[in-house]
């Protein structure tokens, strides 16, 4: 019912081409995702493999990123790993 009062106007080829485009690029993106994390994967269970089964691939890069390094996360105190968790 909706669809026979509908106000709207037919796509036209230019709006399909678009809106293709638009789709593929999408794909693309989420493939790349699927790579970046992947990377992400290899390399945190390969540089911190405890820090990653306690935190997580993600929430331990971040960890790792926001302290500067894995040794300046290692030398920081609980109250301090705490605070930049929170953040």
Do not use: W
Request: aromatic share 4%.
């Amino acid at each position: 019912e909706a669809a026979e009062v509908s106000m709207g106007t037919d796509i036209t080829d230019l709006d399909k081409i678009n809106i293709q485009s638009l789709a593929e690029q999408v794909l693309s993106m989420t493939e790349y995702r699927i790579q970046l994390f992947d990377y992400l994967k290899n390399r945190m269970n390969a540089i911190a493999p405890n820090l990653t089964i306690l935190l997580g691939e993600l929430v331990g890069a971040r960890l790792i990123s926001h302290s500067g390094s894995l040794m300046n996360l290692a030398k920081q105190p609980a109250s301090t790993v705490q605070i930049l968790g929170a953040e």
